[in-house]
Protein backbone atom coordinates (compact mmCIF):
# COMPACT_ATOMS: atom_id res chain seq x y z
CA UNK A 1 0.00 0.00 0.00
CA UNK A 2 2.43 2.42 0.82
CA UNK A 3 4.37 1.73 -2.94
CA UNK A 4 0.84 2.70 -4.55
CA UNK A 5 0.19 5.68 -2.32
CA UNK A 6 3.71 7.24 -2.74
CA UNK A 7 2.97 6.59 -6.62
CA UNK A 8 -0.13 8.43 -6.48
CA UNK A 9 0.85 11.48 -4.42
CA UNK A 10 4.55 11.72 -7.40
CA UNK A 11 1.71 11.95 -9.79
CA UNK A 12 -0.07 14.85 -7.63
CA UNK A 13 3.22 16.54 -6.32
CA UNK A 14 6.07 16.34 -9.28
CA UNK A 15 4.62 19.15 -11.13
CA UNK A 16 4.38 21.31 -8.61
CA UNK A 17 4.40 25.00 -9.36
CA UNK A 18 3.01 27.67 -7.87
CA UNK A 19 0.28 29.54 -9.19
CA UNK A 20 -0.91 31.86 -6.42
CA UNK A 21 2.02 32.78 -4.32
CA UNK A 22 6.04 33.28 -3.65
CA UNK A 23 7.90 29.89 -5.67
CA UNK A 24 9.67 27.44 -3.77
CA UNK A 25 12.22 24.78 -4.81
CA UNK A 26 9.92 23.53 -7.64
CA UNK A 27 12.26 20.82 -9.35
CA UNK A 28 11.10 17.08 -9.56
CA UNK A 29 13.61 15.99 -7.42
CA UNK A 30 12.12 18.17 -4.69
CA UNK A 31 8.86 17.32 -5.03
CA UNK A 32 9.20 13.73 -5.02
CA UNK A 33 11.02 13.56 -1.93
CA UNK A 34 8.34 15.59 -0.49
CA UNK A 35 6.00 12.71 -1.94
CA UNK A 36 7.80 10.08 -0.26
CA UNK A 37 7.54 12.40 2.79
CA UNK A 38 3.96 12.28 2.99
CA UNK A 39 3.60 8.60 2.40
CA UNK A 40 5.28 7.86 5.69
CA UNK A 41 2.69 9.46 7.09
CA UNK A 42 -0.04 7.54 5.43
CA UNK A 43 -1.99 4.97 7.51
CA UNK A 44 -1.50 1.04 6.21
CA UNK A 45 -5.61 0.96 6.20
CA UNK A 46 -5.36 4.02 4.23
CA UNK A 47 -6.59 4.07 0.38
CA UNK A 48 -6.93 6.75 -2.97
CA UNK A 49 -9.31 7.51 -4.31
CA UNK A 50 -8.85 8.11 -7.09
CA UNK A 51 -9.19 11.07 -9.50
CA UNK A 52 -11.82 13.14 -10.33
CA UNK A 53 -14.01 11.94 -13.22
CA UNK A 54 -14.38 15.35 -15.57
CA UNK A 55 -11.83 18.53 -15.31
CA UNK A 56 -10.19 20.17 -12.26
CA UNK A 57 -12.31 20.96 -9.03
CA UNK A 58 -12.53 24.27 -7.67
CA UNK A 59 -14.00 26.54 -5.46
CA UNK A 60 -14.03 29.26 -2.98
CA UNK A 61 -11.59 29.36 -0.28
CA UNK A 62 -13.39 29.18 3.43
CA UNK A 63 -9.95 28.13 5.54
CA UNK A 64 -6.65 28.12 4.74
CA UNK A 65 -2.82 27.40 6.70
CA UNK A 66 0.35 26.76 6.10
CA UNK A 67 2.07 23.22 7.88
CA UNK A 68 4.98 21.64 6.64
CA UNK A 69 5.60 23.13 3.39
CA UNK A 70 1.94 22.53 2.07
CA UNK A 71 -0.86 24.69 1.88
CA UNK A 72 -3.90 23.81 3.02
CA UNK A 73 -7.14 25.10 1.96
CA UNK A 74 -11.21 24.08 2.14
CA UNK A 75 -13.53 24.76 -0.68
CA UNK A 76 -16.55 25.41 -0.96
CA UNK A 77 -17.59 23.66 -4.34
CA UNK A 78 -20.55 23.03 -5.97
CA UNK A 79 -20.77 19.69 -4.85
CA UNK A 80 -20.38 20.63 -1.19
CA UNK A 81 -16.83 21.47 1.17
CA UNK A 82 -13.28 19.40 0.50
CA UNK A 83 -10.13 19.90 1.67
CA UNK A 84 -7.22 20.20 -0.16
CA UNK A 85 -2.94 20.62 0.07
CA UNK A 86 -0.93 22.04 -2.31
CA UNK A 87 2.57 23.52 -2.92
CA UNK A 88 3.19 26.18 0.21
CA UNK A 89 2.13 29.69 -0.98
CA UNK A 90 -0.20 32.44 -0.12
CA UNK A 91 -4.04 32.05 -0.81
CA UNK A 92 -6.39 34.15 0.72
CA UNK A 93 -9.82 33.57 2.45
CA UNK A 94 -12.72 34.52 -0.55
CA UNK A 95 -10.05 33.98 -3.21
CA UNK A 96 -11.35 31.45 -6.19
CA UNK A 97 -9.04 28.24 -7.01
CA UNK A 98 -9.15 25.21 -8.86
CA UNK A 99 -6.80 22.21 -8.29
CA UNK A 100 -4.53 21.29 -10.85
CA UNK A 101 -3.35 17.49 -11.33
CA UNK A 102 -5.12 16.78 -8.03
CA UNK A 103 -6.00 13.43 -7.07
CA UNK A 104 -7.76 12.63 -3.72
CA UNK A 105 -6.42 10.17 -0.60
CA UNK A 106 -9.14 9.08 1.55
CA UNK A 107 -8.41 7.61 5.79
CA UNK A 108 -5.02 10.58 5.65
CA UNK A 109 -3.16 11.40 9.04
CA UNK A 110 -1.20 14.74 8.62
CA UNK A 111 1.53 14.04 11.35
CA UNK A 112 2.61 18.02 11.21
CA UNK A 113 -1.03 19.06 12.04
CA UNK A 114 -1.21 15.66 14.44
CA UNK A 115 -4.38 15.66 12.36
CA UNK A 116 -6.63 12.68 9.56
CA UNK A 117 -8.40 13.71 6.65
CA UNK A 118 -11.40 11.58 5.82
CA UNK A 119 -10.66 12.63 2.62
CA UNK A 120 -8.09 15.03 1.14
CA UNK A 121 -7.00 16.28 -2.71
CA UNK A 122 -3.32 16.89 -2.87
CA UNK A 123 -2.69 18.71 -6.48
CA UNK A 124 0.42 19.62 -8.27
CA UNK A 125 -0.75 23.69 -7.92
CA UNK A 126 -3.01 25.67 -7.52
CA UNK A 127 -4.45 28.13 -10.47
CA UNK A 128 -7.30 30.58 -10.52
CA UNK A 129 -10.36 29.89 -12.49
CA UNK A 130 -9.78 28.97 -16.06
CA UNK A 131 -6.07 29.27 -15.90
CA UNK A 132 -3.57 27.10 -17.56
CA UNK A 133 -1.81 24.37 -16.28
CA UNK A 134 1.86 25.02 -15.58
CA UNK A 135 3.98 25.35 -18.85
CA UNK A 136 6.36 22.50 -17.80
CA UNK A 137 2.97 20.48 -17.12
CA UNK A 138 1.43 21.65 -20.35
CA UNK A 139 5.07 20.17 -22.46
CA UNK A 140 4.74 16.65 -20.76
CA UNK A 141 0.44 16.49 -21.68
CA UNK A 142 2.25 17.28 -25.22
CA UNK A 143 4.13 14.45 -24.84
CA UNK A 144 2.15 12.19 -23.69
CA UNK A 145 -0.60 12.88 -26.34
CA UNK A 146 0.94 13.83 -29.56
CA UNK A 147 1.65 11.95 -32.42
CA UNK A 148 -1.74 9.17 -31.51
CA UNK A 149 -3.42 8.09 -34.75
CA UNK A 150 -6.80 8.52 -34.54
CA UNK A 151 -8.08 5.05 -35.72
CA UNK A 152 -7.08 1.46 -35.97
CA UNK A 153 -3.27 1.56 -35.71
CA UNK A 154 -1.43 -1.30 -37.92
CA UNK A 155 -1.33 -4.28 -35.39
CA UNK A 156 -2.54 -7.65 -35.57
CA UNK A 157 -5.28 -8.27 -33.12
CA UNK A 158 -6.06 -11.70 -34.02
CA UNK A 159 -5.94 -13.82 -31.06
CA UNK A 160 -7.33 -11.24 -28.62
CA UNK A 161 -10.27 -12.53 -26.27
CA UNK A 162 -12.06 -10.65 -24.12
CA UNK A 163 -11.24 -10.84 -20.70
CA UNK A 164 -14.09 -12.23 -17.66
CA UNK A 165 -16.05 -9.23 -16.90
CA UNK A 166 -14.30 -7.06 -19.19
CA UNK A 167 -14.78 -5.47 -22.65
CA UNK A 168 -13.81 -4.27 -25.70
CA UNK A 169 -12.20 -1.02 -26.40
CA UNK A 170 -14.93 0.43 -28.57
CA UNK A 171 -17.36 -0.75 -25.68
CA UNK A 172 -15.47 1.82 -23.17
CA UNK A 173 -15.82 4.45 -25.76
CA UNK A 174 -19.36 4.47 -26.63
CA UNK A 175 -20.54 3.74 -22.91
CA UNK A 176 -18.77 6.32 -21.18
CA UNK A 177 -21.14 8.40 -20.34
CA UNK A 178 -22.29 5.33 -18.27
CA UNK A 179 -19.09 3.54 -17.07
CA UNK A 180 -17.75 6.71 -15.79
CA UNK A 181 -16.35 6.39 -12.18
CA UNK A 182 -16.81 2.38 -12.79
CA UNK A 183 -13.96 -0.22 -13.03
CA UNK A 184 -13.18 -1.80 -16.29
CA UNK A 185 -11.22 -4.32 -17.48
CA UNK A 186 -9.71 -4.64 -21.51
CA UNK A 187 -7.34 -6.80 -23.11
CA UNK A 188 -5.55 -5.22 -25.55
CA UNK A 189 -2.16 -4.11 -27.50
CA UNK A 190 0.03 -1.29 -26.78
CA UNK A 191 0.25 0.70 -29.84
CA UNK A 192 2.05 3.35 -28.25
CA UNK A 193 3.89 3.68 -25.21
CA UNK A 194 5.62 6.93 -23.08
CA UNK A 195 7.14 6.67 -19.86
CA UNK A 196 7.56 9.19 -17.07
CA UNK A 197 5.22 11.78 -18.58
CA UNK A 198 3.63 13.81 -15.43
CA UNK A 199 5.48 11.05 -13.17
CA UNK A 200 3.24 8.20 -14.67
CA UNK A 201 3.30 5.98 -17.88
CA UNK A 202 1.04 6.80 -20.93
CA UNK A 203 -0.17 3.64 -22.80
CA UNK A 204 -2.91 3.77 -25.74
CA UNK A 205 -4.36 0.62 -25.76
CA UNK A 206 -6.37 -1.19 -29.02
CA UNK A 207 -7.93 -4.63 -29.77
CA UNK A 208 -8.77 -3.94 -33.49
CA UNK A 209 -12.83 -2.96 -32.26
CA UNK A 210 -14.02 0.55 -32.79
CA UNK A 211 -13.71 3.22 -35.32
CA UNK A 212 -12.14 6.05 -35.72
CA UNK A 213 -11.58 7.62 -31.94
CA UNK A 214 -13.80 4.79 -30.50
CA UNK A 215 -10.68 2.39 -31.28
CA UNK A 216 -8.52 4.04 -29.23
CA UNK A 217 -7.81 3.84 -25.65
CA UNK A 218 -5.66 6.24 -23.40
CA UNK A 219 -4.15 4.32 -19.96
CA UNK A 220 -2.55 5.66 -18.03
CA UNK A 221 -0.04 3.64 -14.94
CA UNK A 222 2.87 3.31 -12.94
CA UNK A 223 3.50 -0.13 -15.13
CA UNK A 224 5.44 0.31 -18.39
CA UNK A 225 4.64 -1.55 -21.41
CA UNK A 226 6.11 -1.70 -24.75
CA UNK A 227 4.47 -1.33 -28.22
CA UNK A 228 3.47 -4.72 -29.15
CA UNK A 229 2.64 -6.04 -25.87
CA UNK A 230 -0.70 -7.33 -25.11
CA UNK A 231 -2.17 -6.24 -22.09
CA UNK A 232 -4.52 -6.67 -19.12
CA UNK A 233 -5.77 -3.65 -17.99
CA UNK A 234 -8.04 -2.69 -15.01
CA UNK A 235 -9.07 0.56 -13.55
CA UNK A 236 -11.46 3.43 -13.14
CA UNK A 237 -12.26 4.74 -15.87
CA UNK A 238 -12.89 8.81 -15.89
CA UNK A 239 -14.98 10.45 -18.73
CA UNK A 240 -14.58 14.41 -20.22
CA UNK A 241 -10.86 14.52 -18.36
CA UNK A 242 -9.65 17.96 -19.49
CA UNK A 243 -5.45 18.70 -18.72
CA UNK A 244 -6.16 22.17 -20.20
CA UNK A 245 -4.05 23.77 -23.75
CA UNK A 246 -6.75 21.50 -25.87
CA UNK A 247 -5.52 18.27 -24.28
CA UNK A 248 -9.07 16.80 -23.35
CA UNK A 249 -9.60 13.08 -23.52
CA UNK A 250 -13.71 11.57 -23.99
CA UNK A 251 -12.04 8.33 -21.94
CA UNK A 252 -9.18 7.83 -19.80
CA UNK A 253 -8.08 5.12 -17.29
CA UNK A 254 -6.08 6.54 -15.05
CA UNK A 255 -3.47 4.75 -12.40
CA UNK A 256 -4.56 0.85 -13.98
CA UNK A 257 -3.27 -1.83 -12.81
CA UNK A 258 -1.61 -2.95 -16.07
CA UNK A 259 -0.24 -6.84 -16.54
CA UNK A 260 2.08 -7.64 -19.33
CA UNK A 261 0.83 -11.08 -21.07
CA UNK A 262 2.35 -11.35 -23.82
CA UNK A 263 5.42 -8.89 -24.50
CA UNK A 264 6.62 -8.31 -28.10
Given at each position: ??????????????????????????S??A?N??????A???P????????A???????????????G????????T???????????????????L?????????????????????E???????????????A???????????????????????????????????????????????????R?????????????????????S???????????????????????????????????????????V???????????
Amino acid sequence: MKTTTLAILAIALSAALIGCGEKKDDSAAAWNQKAAAVAKEMPAEAAPAGPAAGGNLGGEVAETFNSGGYTYVRLKTAGGELWAAGPEGQVQIGQKLELVGAMAMQNFHAASLNRDFAEIWFAASFAAPGQAPPADMQDEIKKAHGGVAVGKADADFSGLTTPSGGLKVAEVNTRRTELAGRTVKVRGKVVKSLTGIMGRNWLHVQDGSGDGETADLTVTSGTSAKVGDTVLIEGVLSVDKDFGSGYFYKAIVEDAAVRVEQSS
